[in-house]
């Protein structure tokens, strides 16, 4: 690759590292903003689910609008949203305005994700797995070191600096992207200068309500389940609501004439269903392991914070350390390969974590978070190689922000199944059904890679004929 494509990957990988940075600074900041806003810590944890729910819908979203009014446009747009928005943040008055300007930084991040790949896919058109193995650097190391910067952060200048750090990373992706994104011309279906009705259409306004719409009621219905411990008609009401909302959103997305989500289209390349759905379970297993062994650390072993957040380093080092070795595999191999042996290594990772105990050497442990971070770093690069592989050119807008959404769901997901399984306060026979769970879903992965692997030998270099 040439130094342009390099400073290119730089541009767009300081970007979207924005995304993890900030879904996993904000983990250790909890504390602090019960007592700074005096409130009970499942009011508190929304700070984290309303980014992943807005992260979830926005990148769809912003992939379809990238579709049709430019690449480079939204994603220096989205820049700047990222950029006020982490300014504002800290001067919100109460913990509502948090909330609502969290949501803007997960919509301003949601615009740079989901054209990163795509203007990736779009301009390197050589040695793409390489390419996708340093963005993968990228947002993986942002999200390894996420809670050890934010919480150096919090500990010396409090917790309103984890999002005044935005502003230098945000700054030099914005004058890089400035001068290395090449210029890309709108959808031809779009007139230069729409009206707002021509807008409203090539948008799909009301198939993008009913998905936001629906979706925030379904999630929110989990959410408000999983905090209170119990389910209430009004939950269940809300649920069906929201369940409703996304039958019409199916029923109106078959039928209009330009659509949000072409679900017509993707009915021609079952593949993308595919990767969608393995990258959830992935995301599942990784986020259940992220999210609940640092409280089978600290409330089971007794290690302290500090130490805690040493040893969850090893599991995002281990992904970091794991992907350029990832792109030259998947460049020769194809991705199904390097999603075989990432599948019967998150096996092995929940058999591990399942034989935990109160007294377990440190080294098990260890083995089991390199297990599962290795398996990340695999699947980070041989996912979106699988996506490239799987997506037409035309809508690779859509299709990235889609398969940015199936990560935010198993991460919602794997929440929700430690909160159910393991419960409140934590219970280490839970930790323990949370590892069987995790085994399950892991041989299911192990399958469905191992029944496909025969149908399509997977290559990067097939792209350029689709």
Request: overall charge positive.
């Amino acid at each position: 690759m040439n130094a342009r494509n390099w400073w290119l990957m730089i541009s767009v990988g300081l970007g979207m590292m924005l995304n993890p940075l900030n879904s996993s600074m904000v983990a250790v900041a909890i504390p602090r903003l019960q007592q700074a806003f005096k409130l009970e810590f499942t009011v508190v944890s929304w700070i984290i689910f309303s980014f992943y729910i807005g992260s979830a819908i926005a990148q769809p979203v912003m992939g379809r609008a990238s579709d049709i009014f430019g690449r480079r446009r939204i994603f220096l747009a989205g820049l700047v949203i990222v950029f006020t928005a982490s300014l504002l943040t800290p001067l919100s008055p109460g913990f509502g305005g948090l909330i609502v300007l969290r949501v803007v930084q997960s919509i301003g991040t949601s615009m740079v994700v989901a054209v990163g790949m795509a203007i990736i896919r779009v301009n390197i058109t050589d040695k793409q797995a390489s390419a996708l193995s340093v963005l993968s650097m990228f947002t993986s190391g942002a999200a390894a070191v996420g809670p050890f910067i934010g919480g150096m952060l919090i500990h010396v200048w409090g917790w309103s600096s984890i999002f005044y750090i935005n502003a230098p990373f945000v700054t030099a992706s914005f004058l890089l992207a400035w001068r290395t994104i090449p210029q890309d011309k709108p959808s031809a279906a779009l007139l230069p200068k729409p009206s707002l009705r021509q807008w409203m259409s090539r948008m799909d306004v009301p198939g993008i309500l009913l998905f936001t719409v629906g979706l925030v009621a379904v999630l929110a219905q989990m959410l408000s389940a999983k905090s209170s411990g119990h389910v209430s008609l009004f939950n269940v009401i809300i649920g069906l609501s929201g369940l409703i909302l996304l039958a019409v959103f199916v029923r109106h997305e078959s039928r209009t004439a330009m659509p949000f989500i072409p679900l017509r289209t993707f009915a021609g390349y079952p593949g993308l269903i595919r990767v969608n759905v393995e990258f959830m379970l992935v995301n599942l297993l990784f986020y259940s392991v992220f999210f609940g062994l640092p409280s089978y650390l600290q409330l089971v072993r007794q290690v302290s914070e500090f130490h805690t957040g040493l040893l969850m380093l090893g599991l995002g080092l281990s992904s970091l350390a794991v992907s350029p070795l990832a792109g030259r595999w998947v460049e020769s191999s194809g991705p199904r390969p390097a999603q075989t042996i990432s599948a019967i290594l998150m096996t092995i990772g929940s058999v591990w974590i399942v034989m935990l105990d109160t007294v377990s050497p440190v080294i098990s442990i260890l083995l089991a978070l390199a297990a599962f971070g290795i398996s990340n770093g695999l699947n980070n690069v041989a996912m979106q190689a699988a996506l490239f592989n799987n997506s037409p050119k035309e809508l690779i807008g859509v299709t990235s922000g889609l398969f940015s959404t199936s990560r935010y769901f198993g991460t919602i997901l794997s929440s929700l199944l430690i909160g159910i399984v393991i419960g409140n306060p934590f219970s280490f026979r839970g930790f323990q059904v949370l590892g069987m769970i995790l085994i399950m879903i892991a041989l299911c992965l192990v399958f469905m890679s191992r029944r496909r692997s025969h149908q399509s030998k997977d290559s990067l270099h097939s792209l350029d004929d689709r």
